[in-house]
């Protein structure tokens, strides 16, 4: 491969360096686009077993045609250097978006959604990833999500003699704890295990299990529980902690059956309805003291008391037929006075000038006295 040629792609730059492929950015003057080529390092040259795992790569995903999985358009040897050349995922991948924090609900679930389906492809077809990380997921420049890298997966065949033979292959942080005990009847469940991991580190930022060296980390997935996401964000649906508790159960047949369900349950911790808090008991006890304030009485069962009160009792008003005579008679004896002349009205009057005063004031309080009367209840009248 020269500087600036590798076959007839223009190279233009390295996009990474793994440990078993470089990825190189080109450009193809053929169909005039940029494309992702994977070469396998010269130091690997001498391992048929590399080679052989690289080449399968290339017929895994054109087995593999889906529209979350990174298309593959050619293949070849270049030199004696095998080569993928695939289509450029020009949105970088997403340990590249975790530089910038924990992601929301919302975005993982979408990326989730689009990412079950094709891995469930691929494991009814036998085919299991086997290192599934943040670095293995890319996005084109729609923001759409892709699976990459099959390099290491391991088509299982009923019977059939495998590639990796007994090597412990993948990243220490998201392998299933069958994987780091390379146990031979890994499915793709432990791919859900992978998932399950990236979960994790997506709503918070970090891996569930952090060690100083990967032989610890690797001894973490199969000793060390679940840890619970809720306590480092307690601001995620609760429904999130069983979702990763589930997939990332230590034995294959706890966890999730296939991706599907892992995405159904995991978009539908942000639709569970939302249980409202009991309200608070009402007092049917509170007793009207005054305008605008309110008298609460203690909850609880409360010795009866007897209260009198004074009950309001409407006597009925005077009738006006009642006085009406009255006047008539007042009126009457005024005017016959009046005919008898002023000695015989001033006979009367100094006659009866006491008496006429009582008479007077008690006609005032008859005429002064309310319709209504306020009394006691057992008042008799």
């Known amino acids: 491969m020269s500087s600036d040629k590798f076959g007839r792609y223009e190279i233009k730059s390295e996009i990474g360096r793994g440990g078993m492929a470089t990825v190189i950015l080109a450009y193809d003057p053929r169909f005039e686009r940029d494309v992702a080529i994977k070469v396998l390092p010269r130091e690997f040259?001498?391992?048929?077993?590399?080679?052989?795992?690289?080449e399968r790569e290339a017929k895994m995903i054109a087995l593999l045609e889906h529209p979350a999985i990174v298309p593959v358009y050619d293949f070849g040897d270049e030199d004696g250097q095998p080569y993928i050349v695939m289509r450029y995922m020009s949105g970088g991948s997403l340990s590249e978006r975790l530089h910038q924090g924990a992601m929301s609900i919302q975005e993982v679930i979408q990326i989730y959604n689009r990412l079950?389906?094709?891995?469930?492809?691929a494991h009814a077809k036998k085919i299991i990833h086997r290192d599934l990380k943040p670095g293995n997921i890319l996005?084109?420049?729609?923001?759409?999500a892709f699976l990459s890298d099959?390099?290491?997966?391991?088509?299982?065949?009923?019977g059939g003699a495998t590639l990796t033979g007994g090597n412990i292959l993948g990243t220490p942080a998201y392998m299933s704890p069958e994987q780091v005990q390379g146990d031979k009847e890994i499915d793709g469940r432990s791919d859900i295990y992978a998932m399950g991991v990236i979960l994790y580190q997506l709503l918070t930022g970090n891996a569930p299990y952090q060690a100083t060296t990967p032989a610890r980390v690797m001894?973490?997935?199969?000793?060390e529980p679940v840890?619970?996401?809720l306590n480092v964000s307690p601001n995620l649906p609760g429904g999130v902690e069983t979702v990763i508790?589930?997939?990332m159960a230590k034995e294959p047949d706890d966890r999730y059956q296939n991706m599907n369900d892992m995405a159904?349950?995991?978009?539908?911790t942000v639709t569970e309805p939302v249980t409202p808090r009991p309200a608070a008991p009402v007092n049917t006890d509170a007793t009207m003291v005054a305008p605008g304030k309110t008298e609460v009485k203690p909850l609880g069962k409360q010795p009866q008391k007897t209260v009198l009160t004074p009950r309001i009792e409407a006597k009925p008003a005077p009738k006006k037929s009642s006085l009406l005579p009255l006047v008539l008679v007042g009126l009457v004896v005024v005017a016959l006075l009046a005919a008898l002349g002023g000695g015989g009205f001033l006979f009367i009057q100094n006659s009866n000038n006491t008496r006429s005063s009582q008479t007077a004031a008690a006609l005032a309080l008859i005429a002064a006295r309310p319709s209504d009367t306020l009394e006691p209840t057992n008042t008799v009248p």
């Open 245 to 247: 508790a589930k997939a």
């Open 227 to 229: 840890p619970n996401i």
């Open 264 to 268: 159904s349950a995991l978009a539908a």
């Open 150 to 158: 099959f390099g290491i997966a391991r088509l299982t065949e009923a």
């Open 116 to 121: 079950a389906p094709s891995l469930d492809v």
């Open 219 to 223: 001894m973490m997935h199969i000793l």
């Open 139 to 144: 996005f084109d420049q729609y923001g759409n």
């Open 45 to 54: 040259m001498h391992d048929a077993q590399f080679r052989a795992r690289f």
